[in-house]
């Protein structure tokens, strides 16, 4: 059942994907390309051309985030007055004036992609020094990147970034219950409530506190999108799955990689060009990205191996991070096979031979092989196992397909598939389908008896 307006909540750096898809459209249309140098549309802004090294920064290398620029989170004049003046308005200039000469990233300026990299949170987690930086160029997640995509978009639309989103992602594809919020004027139905400031990672509060009115212009195109959990599994299933936003060409730039661990427990990860993390995880490897916002927090993910389309929305943050959700969550939705062939129920001719083909999703990824249980007594399915299956026929096969053998016509067949792991089995759900009599080939028609021969004619007088 589709939700109503009043479920919505702020999905935090997940919005960074609306304004990622919507900006590779622009691309796509030929109106900003991948290497232009930012300062090629944002040379008249003052708060941007001081930003250091902005002169050698692409559209490419904010989208990747591997500018360089530092977060303008960490500067206390945003992070402090986030909650000290929930109401202030910030405008994008705003943002990027605290991107001093003096604040530059916890890097070095040769740092490449592929190493492991010393980030803020291996302070706040108490981790040990973290190793030197490799060579340029570097990746470093900083929210500024997309707060300068927003400009430069604005620049080259001639709108706001809020009718940008609008024209090129929610009304393309029907979204009528999400929005990017531009101020405390337009906040979400579902109050949100913390303890912690997510930016700095600590507890700021005694008790659990409502900070619905924080103003969302603080986030901006980084990450002040409200959504619902309906719109939001839409547009990943459209990103991900269809051409609707981008064609096969620009969905290429899109799905380039680069070696991107956000926090320690992330590795290993990648970073799409366009606000896209590849995360590999023991469940499966996913495509998405993840938010917290004051109040909030968000997970959006798509297993492209399971087919399996995963959004979590809560509306309390108690500062635990993404990894930790998603790890503890995913195996719960992704533990067993699905999308059983012939779908559960289904009335199935045999073969001549009184067997039947049958497939599955595959589930875990990391199935050593599959047990298959199969049998007319749905409760003695259910319960068999590899030791014991009384009365079920059971067969180990490697792949996601198996042929059940033995059957008879005219009846209701129960069947189910185990996950044999390296860890232990995971019990699967029971299907079932019914058989009917083996289809019987068509005899050839009768062929039609030839005309009789006319006869010779007769010779010449």
């Known amino acids: 059942m589709k939700p109503s307006p009043g479920q919505q909540f702020r999905i935090g750096s997940v919005s960074k994907m609306f304004l990622g898809q919507a900006f590779l459209q622009l691309v796509q249309e030929g109106k900003v390309s991948l290497s232009d140098p930012v300062l090629k549309y944002l040379s008249d802004e003052p708060t941007v051309t001081a930003i250091p090294n902005i002169a050698k920064v692409t559209i490419a290398d904010l989208l990747q985030m591997n500018s360089g620029i530092t977060n303008y989170l960490g500067n206390p004049t945003i992070s402090g007055e986030i909650y000290a003046k929930p109401n202030r308005q910030f405008t994008p200039q705003d943002l990027m004036a605290v991107l001093d000469p003096k604040a530059v990233p916890p890097l070095s300026a040769d740092f490449a992609p592929g190493a492991t990299y010393p980030n803020p949170y291996w302070v706040t987690l108490g981790q040990s020094t973290p190793p030197a930086p490799a060579p340029y160029p570097f990746w470093y997640y900083s929210n500024s990147n997309y707060i300068l995509l927003g400009m430069v978009a604005e620049k080259i639309t001639k709108t706001s970034s809020a009718d940008f989103i609008r024209t090129y992602i929610t009304e393309k594809i029907g979204l009528k219950d999400t929005f990017l919020a531009e101020s405390d004027q337009t906040l979400p139905y579902i109050h949100g409530y913390t303890q912690y400031n997510p930016e700095l990672s600590q507890k700021v509060y005694a008790t659990w506190c409502d900070v619905t009115a924080v103003n969302p212009s603080y986030a901006g195109t980084a990450g002040a999108v409200i959504s619902t959990p309906w719109d939001l599994l839409h547009f990943l299933e459209t990103a991900l799955k269809t051409e609707q936003f981008l064609n096969a060409g620009t969905k290429q730039k899109w799905l380039s990689f680069a070696s991107a661990d956000i926090h320690y427990g992330w590795e290993p990860m990648e970073y799409a060009v366009g606000a896209l993390m590849q995360p590999h995880r023991s469940y499966g490897d996913a495509r998405g990205h993840g938010g917290a916002i004051p109040g909030y927090k968000t997970l959006a993910y798509y297993f492209f191996d399971s087919d399996t389309s995963f959004v979590l929305a809560s509306n309390t943050w108690d500062g635990t991070a993404e990894v930790t959700l998603l790890d503890q969550l995913m195996p719960l939705v992704t533990s067993e096979v699905t999308t059983p062939q012939p779908a559960r129920s289904a009335i199935v001719p045999l073969a001549p031979t009184g067997s039947l083909s049958v497939s599955w999703q595959a589930g875990r990824v990391d199935a050593l ?45 129960y069947w189910r598939v185990d996950i044999v792991g390296a860890t232990g089995i995971v019990p699967g759900a029971l299907w079932s389908f019914n058989t009917t009599k083996v289809a019987q080939a068509p005899k050839p028609a009768a062929s039609a008896p030839k005309p009789a021969a006319a006869p010779a004619p007769a010779p010449a007088q």
């Open 369 to 413: 092989n599959y047990a298959v249980y199969w049998g007319t007594n749905a409760d003695q399915v259910d319960n068999a196992t590899a030791d014991k299956h009384d009365g079920v026929q059971l067969q180990t096969v490697p792949g996601i397909n198996a042929v059940l053998t033995g059957l008879k016509p005219g009846t209701a067949y």
